[in-house]
């Protein structure tokens, strides 16, 4: 205690000149407004740089849990991503029945594994197979209409005959006539096809779309093909030969169904029961 008291006694002077400043600076503070104004803005200032580097430093040891936060909201957009992603494909396949599938057709949806483009004759391979009820002689479709015929089948994939292959024969119409002709690719672009054996007095015009007609068991008609691009004659000046528009994207092509027509095997039995009969 003599210790303190002693060192206060042996520098009471700093002391009291201390207490004459604080005494003077209140006086100064308080009775002059410009004095008084300085201080408050200058203590404002200060306390405005020490608020904010607190709270930096307070932004800086809750980043861990924002970031946590900002996961969890992404771990949930994704997820929403992929469940409106299958809500699309199953809305694709959908599309395909409103084009104006009868009921007793139904459509069956696969993937494509592997597709070429760029040969005479083309082939695209689907993950479905016979264990999925796919059989050769049925029609495969996309969103935008019509991709090709099955051809061969094994239990787990198939391999469909698309509209961009030399050999590929399919029944056409124009969507407001009667005319009908025949689908057939010529080697080159994948988006262009063509249609031949439409009567020269047929009023075609461009822009017109091609469709099924329904003359086989393969498609019901009204499915969607391409549009007309251009109009020329055929080689013997017979017939028009129209240069058609695909509308399916074979170079994007991913999600396509398979068409299954439930009346095929009824009536095919029918028909060969009708080619055995002698008529006389």
């Keep these: 205690m003599w210790s303190l008291t002693e060192f206060f006694l042996k520098h009471k002077h700093w002391f009291v000149f201390l207490l004459l ?10 009775y002059d407004g410009y004095q008084k104004s300085v201080y408050f803005t200058t203590a404002n200032g200060i306390v405005g740089n020490i608020y904010s580097a607190v709270s930096s430093v307070t932004s800086y040891l809750t980043l ?38 009868p009921r007793h057709y139904s459509v069956v949806s696969a993937q494509v594994v592997n597709a070429t483009l760029h040969r005479s004759n083309n082939l695209i391979t689907i993950n479905r197979g016979t264990k999925d009820g796919i059989r050769p002689e049925m029609g495969v479709v996309c969103s935008r209409g019509v991709v090709g015929v099955v051809c061969l089948c094994s239990t787990n994939y198939s ?26 690719w010529k080697r080159g672009q994948s988006d ?63 999600e396509v169904s398979v068409i299954t027509d439930y009346t095929q095997p009824e009536r095919k039995i029918l028909e060969e029961q009708a080619d055995s009969l002698t008529l006389n």
């Design 21 to 30: 400043e604080v005494v003077s600076l209140l006086g100064l503070f308080s």
């Design 192 to 254: 262009i096809t063509y249609a031949t054996g439409i009567p020269r007095h047929a009023k075609v015009k461009m822009g017109e779309v091609v469709e099924t007609n329904g003359y086989s068991d393969i498609f019901p008609p009204g499915i969607p093909i391409g549009f007309v691009k251009r109009v020329e004659d055929s080689a013997d000046g017979m017939s028009y030969l129209l240069k058609v528009g695909i509308f399916a994207n074979f170079e994007n092509l991913r």
């Design 159 to 184: 391999i469909v005959l698309p509209l961009v292959n030399t050999t590929s024969r399919i029944s056409c119409r124009l969507r407001h006539s009667e005319y009908f002709g025949t689908l057939q």
């Design 64 to 101: 861990t849990s924002t970031n946590r936060e900002l996961e969890a909201d992404n771990e949930r957009m994704r997820q929403e991503i992929i469940h409106l992603k299958a809500k699309l494909k199953v809305a694709n396949a959908d599309s395909i029945v409103n084009h104006g599938l």
